[in-house]
């Protein structure tokens, strides 16, 4: 069964999948991943905005707008609220869904635990599924170090067949690599 605006209700979800460009040439990426692997940490670290950050799912419920330039390009960034999977099972589920389903946004970053890469990557699968714009930001590398785990990242990105990027987002450290 395929994924339609009629199946997931997403005619109801309009307001969610609004983004406010300033320019046509604005770029939206979507932050998607896993509850609690630090994409509000991720959203704020490069807007520079306060979203409010916690250890428990269900911590997003909808969506977050910042802006962020990088090398004279503005970006709008969008926190989804976290998910395993894009088969929502929950009302948080479907804001993410429908939002990397049919918000259109020009990139989806995946934002996965390096502590625990494997139960991530099921969304990274499925994302892949329905665009090739994902780059895949391996966060809490610090911890996954302090752990003695290593992650070889050209391997894993000759793998998926896209970016992937190691980060500390708490630290700051490989944010601009995104």
């Known amino acids: 069964m395929g994924l339609t605006n009629q199946s997931t209700g997403v005619g109801a979800l309009e307001k969610e999948l609004k983004i406010e460009r300033i320019?046509?040439?604005?770029?939206?990426?979507?932050?998607?991943?896993?509850?609690?692997?630090?994409?509000?940490?991720?959203?704020?670290?490069?807007?520079?905005?306060?979203?409010?950050?916690?250890?428990?799912?269900?911590?997003?419920?909808?969506?977050?707008?910042?802006?962020?330039?990088?090398?004279?390009?503005?970006?709008?960034?969008?926190?989804?609220p976290g998910t395993y999977s894009?088969?929502?099972?929950?009302?948080?589920?479907?804001?993410?869904?429908?939002?990397?389903?049919?918000?259109?946004?020009?990139?989806?970053?995946?934002?996965?635990?390096?502590?625990?890469?494997?139960?991530?990557?099921?969304?990274?699968?499925?994302?892949?599924?329905?665009?090739s714009k994902v780059p895949v930001c391996i966060n809490l590398m610090d911890e996954a170090k302090r752990k003695g785990i290593s992650i070889n990242l050209d391997k894993l990105s000759k793998e998926l067949g896209v970016p992937v990027v190691g980060t500390s987002a708490l630290h700051g450290h490989g944010l601009n690599n995104l």
Not at 54 to 69: D, E, F
Not at 110 to 121: F, G, P, S
């Open 23 to 80: 320019s046509p040439s604005d770029k939206v990426i979507a932050l998607a991943g896993n509850p609690n692997v630090g994409k509000s940490t991720v959203f704020n670290s490069l807007t520079g905005l306060n979203q409010h950050t916690g250890n428990w799912p269900g911590k997003t419920v909808s969506n977050a707008q910042g802006r962020y330039t990088h090398k004279n390009r503005d970006f709008i960034l969008v926190d989804i």
């Open 86 to 131: 894009l088969m929502a099972n929950s009302v948080e589920e479907e804001v993410a869904r429908d939002f990397i389903c049919f918000g259109n946004p020009d990139a989806t970053i995946i934002v996965t635990d390096a502590t625990c890469l494997e139960r991530n990557l099921n969304l990274v699968l499925q994302t892949l599924e329905i665009t």
